[in-house]
């Protein structure tokens, strides 16, 4: 009886560490993906804030260029 019961309860952490285990397998990959999508989205950010650091270059240009032409 005492062998039967060491081999349920042997068997049960076994089951439980084998359960922790695929969960914290499927989190990883998980949080992977999630951290490939916001690095995706920082990327984005990144050049439209360089796009409008452009346009506002431009816009610079333009101004001088029309206070050239005046002169």
């Known amino acids: 009886m005492k062998r039967f019961l060491g081999v ?3 068997s049960m952490f076994l089951a439980s560490a084998a359960f922790a285990a ?17 690095k995706g989205e920082k990327a984005k950010s990144e050049k ?3 796009e409008k ?5 431009t816009k610079g240009e333009k101004a001088k260029d029309t206070k050239e032409e005046k002169k």
């Open 53 to 57: 650091a452009k346009s506002e270059k």
């Open 8 to 10: 349920l309860i042997a």
């Open 48 to 50: 439209t804030k360089g």
């Open 22 to 38: 695929d969960a914290m397998k499927d989190e990883k990959a998980k949080s992977e993906k999630s951290e490939k999508a916001e």
